[in-house]
C-alpha cells in the first residue's frame, strides 16, 4: 500500500510532515453482562464499578438495564482487554456463587 502523508503542521519552528499511520485499527470487542434471576442487583454494581471502572450511578443505570432487557454493553475493548474482562467477571461470580454471565460480542 502506498504511503500517504498527512498536511505538514508546524510545531514552533520545525515543520513537520507527520506520516498517515499504515496500521489498521485493531478489531474491537463489546463486553456484555446478561441478566439471570439470582444475581444480587448489588453484586452486580458492584462489578461494574469494579472491572469496569464505573462510578455507582453508572453502574447503576447498567444493572437496571440489563435488569429490563436482558443484556448490557459494559464496555469496548480490543481482543485481550475484552478477554480480561469476562474471566475476571467469571471468577468473580465463581467465588460468589452467583450465575452471572458475561459474554463478548465482535462489534
Ligand atoms: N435480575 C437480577 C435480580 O433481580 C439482577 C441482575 C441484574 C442480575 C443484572 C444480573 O446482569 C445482571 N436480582
Redesign the pocket.
Known amino acids: 500500500m502506498k504511503r500517504v502523508t498527512m498536511a505538514a503542521r508546524n510545531h514552533g519552528d520545525a515543520v513537520v510532515e507527520a506520516e498517515k499511520s499504515r496500521l489498521k485499527p485493531p478489531p474491537m470487542f463489546k463486553v456484555i453482562?446478561?441478566?439471570?434471576?439470582?444475581?444480587?442487583?448489588e453484586?452486580?454494581i458492584a462489578v461494574l464499578q469494579t472491572f469496569f471502572s464505573m462510578g455507582r450511578e453508572r453502574a447503576t443505570q447498567i444493572?437496571?438495564q440489563?435488569?429490563n432487557e436482558g443484556?448490557?454493553v459494559c464496555g469496548i475493548y480490543p481482543n485481550d482487554i475484552a478477554t480480561s474482562k469476562v474471566d475476571q467477571v467469571a471468577t468473580f461470580a465463581r467465588q460468589h456463587q452467583h450465575p452471572?454471565?458475561c459474554v463478548m460480542e465482535k462489534t
Not at 33 to 41: G, Y
Request: negative net charge.
Open positions: 453482562l446478561l441478566n439471570d434471576d439470582f444475581t444480587p442487583m453484586f452486580v444493572m437496571i440489563v435488569h443484556r448490557g452471572l454471565q
